[in-house]
């Protein structure tokens, strides 16, 4: 299994961060070792002091993909989830100003909090059509909803199967909406889907 997320996919998060529009979806991955299932507890980690929240929709595919025609992508998933992909700001900020890479901070353990999956046959709209939103400490801090995707996750699917076989139980995290902030040990973080909460966890 493995977990490949899109930076910069909602027009306003760019603005946020100072970053110009992508005209291809930009594509980074965490290992397995990055999970948060169940709604457990997330630790801060001791290499930084900025840590932010990115709340995003998560699709599980379900069957065996490559070179995936953007016509044919929905046929390769049935439900989603919402998912928080955890960024030591501070130790990419670092790294973007010295030309480094920056995936260890973004794939750390435990840096991908994913919820329960639900049915997108449950949910009375469609996947592009999807409204979430995250609050800490009962103050919602970030909101979004999938039809201001830059990339569609049919788009996006469609592209990363070009590079990556696709499995059965991949996760792809669609990109995360403007409102993204730090998080501090004994924050609390609810997130909702089309109102249903799915997330719901402490930090430590």
Request: hydrophobic content about 40%.
């Given at each position: 299994m493995k977990i490949l997320a899109v930076g910069w996919n909602?027009?306003?998060?760019?603005?946020?961060?100072?970053?110009?529009?992508?005209?291809?979806?930009?594509?980074?991955?965490?290992?397995?070792?990055?999970?948060?299932?169940?709604?457990?507890?997330?630790?801060?980690?001791?290499?930084?002091?900025?840590?932010?929240?990115?709340?995003?929709?998560?699709?599980?595919?379900?069957?065996?993909?490559?070179?995936?025609?953007?016509?044919?992508?929905s046929r390769y998933y049935s439900e989603v989830a919402l998912g928080i992909d955890f960024t030591a700001r501070d130790l990419q900020r670092s790294l973007k100003v010295a030309g480094q890479p920056w995936e260890i901070s973004k794939a750390f353990d435990n840096s991908a909090a994913v919820s329960e999956f639900i049915p997108l046959s449950s949910l009375s709209v469609s996947i592009q059509e999807l409204s979430f939103y995250l609050q800490l400490n009962d103050k919602i801090v970030q909101q979004g909803n999938t039809k201001d995707m830059i990339f569609s996750v049919d788009a996006i699917i469609a592209y990363v199967s070009q590079f990556f076989t696709l499995k059965i139980g991949d996760l792809i995290f669609t990109g995360t909406p403007?409102?993204?902030?730090?998080?501090?040990?004994?924050?609390?973080?609810?997130?909702?889907?089309?109102?249903?909460?799915?997330?719901?966890?402490?930090?430590?």
């Amino acid at each position: 299994m493995k977990i490949l997320a899109v930076g910069w996919n909602y027009a306003e998060h760019n603005q946020e961060l100072g970053q110009t529009l992508p005209t291809k979806p930009i594509i980074f991955s965490k290992p397995d070792s990055a999970l948060l299932l169940g709604n457990k507890p997330f630790f801060m980690p001791n290499f930084s002091n900025e840590i932010h929240y990115e709340t995003e929709l998560v699709v599980r595919i379900n069957r065996l993909g490559k070179n995936i025609a953007p016509r044919f992508a929905s046929r390769y998933y049935s439900e989603v989830a919402l998912g928080i992909d955890f960024t030591a700001r501070d130790l990419q900020r670092s790294l973007k100003v010295a030309g480094q890479p920056w995936e260890i901070s973004k794939a750390f353990d435990n840096s991908a909090a994913v919820s329960e999956f639900i049915p997108l046959s449950s949910l009375s709209v469609s996947i592009q059509e999807l409204s979430f939103y995250l609050q800490l400490n009962d103050k919602i801090v970030q909101q979004g909803n999938t039809k201001d995707m830059i990339f569609s996750v049919d788009a996006i699917i469609a592209y990363v199967s070009q590079f990556f076989t696709l499995k059965i139980g991949d996760l792809i995290f669609t990109g995360t909406p403007a409102g993204v902030g730090q998080i501090a040990k004994n924050d609390h973080l609810q997130g909702y889907l089309q109102g249903n909460r799915l997330l719901n966890f402490y930090i430590k």
